[in-house]
């Protein structure tokens, strides 16, 4: 993971506060007993051409997601690397400029469900650039669909960072301000950088497996699809019981039902949200 101690705050009141704000961070993590992980299972989440397939082939060292703008489906893919199986499920992208087709949303939730018993981590890929509020609310409509929990589970992957050139990419996040920082806060501060220009075995994929490996002690295990499908179903049927109307509303907006258990946390909930837009 990019080294939060590289910081070095300057004047700015806000940096000082994010300098600590990581300062606190690494002393946690330090404080963690990571294990080494036989299987590392990943998804992949972002919006749609930040990077998401490309990042996929770096981890498995060789070219087997497509690069295509308008991906419809996961696609799941694994390697032996290090003498650990890794996982890497690719998601399609959510829309960026309008609301997400609900098939969409389902199937970037069923990529979960792909990596069972669940994934280790969702890597959120961010280009790095311009990043406005509009991309924070996205991101956390989006990751939402998979429930609170997800975001322990999460890291930000920046790709891109070759236009970074000079700049480290600690200065990147404090100068993009607060929708980024807010993105990462939500994800614990964990992040890191992928190079997609370097391929297969290098440092590169050592930490990001450190980094998934320290957040799975941190958080005590995996992400858990299934568990989140009771929560949503018990939750679903607190609301029905205090306000029946609103339940069959918004199951009329869930359309044409993919295959059985293939969208284990499309919730009422979360069509709510999308519904509200
Ligand atoms: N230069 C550069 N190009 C990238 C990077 N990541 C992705 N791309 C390019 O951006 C485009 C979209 O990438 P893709 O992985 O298909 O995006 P996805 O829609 O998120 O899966 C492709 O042309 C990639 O070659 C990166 O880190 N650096
Ligand atoms: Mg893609």
């Known amino acids: 993971m990019s080294s939060p101690t590289s910081l070095c705050p300057e004047d700015d009141p806000e940096e000082v506060q994010t300098a600590c704000l990581e300062e606190v961070q690494t002393t946690r993590l330090e404080e963690v007993q990571t294990t080494r992980l036989e299987e590392v299972r990943l998804v992949l989440l972002g919006w749609r051409w930040p990077g998401k397939s490309l990042t996929g082939n770096t981890i498995l060292g060789r070219e087997e ?53 669940g994934p280790h981590a969702f890597l959120l890929v961010v280009p790095v650039g311009m990043f406005c509020d509009g991309d924070r609310a996205r991101i956390e409509e989006h990751v939402g669909l998979f429930g609170e929990r997800v975001w322990k589970h999460t890291l930000v992957v920046f790709t891109w960072a070759e236009v970074l050139k000079d700049i480290s990419v600690e200065r990147y996040i404090r100068r993009e301000g607060g929708p980024l920082r807010w993105v990462l806060e939500r994800c614990g ?57 609103e339940a069959p509303a918004d199951a009329r907006d869930l359309g044409a039902r993919p295959k059985q258990n293939s969208a284990p946390r499309l919730c009422n909930k979360t069509l709510q949200v999308s519904g509200n837009k």
Do not use: H
């Open 65 to 117: 997601f497509r690069l295509e703008r308008a991906a419809e489906f996961c696609v799941r893919r694994q390697t032996e690397t290090e003498g650990r199986r890794v996982v890497v499920v690719d998601t399609p992208g959510w829309f960026s400029s309008q609301d997400t087709p609900s098939t969409y949303q389902k199937e970037i939730v069923r990529g979960a469900s792909l990596c069972a018993p």
């Open 189 to 245: 501060n964990r992040y890191l950088v992928i190079n997609n220009n370097v391929w297969g075995e290098n440092p590169q994929l050592a930490r990001l497996m450190e980094a998934v490996e320290e957040m799975v002690a941190e958080v005590g295990g995996v992400y858990l699809p299934q568990e989140e499908q009771e929560e949503v179903k018990e939750e679903a049927k607190m609301d029905e019981n205090q306000n029946p109307q």
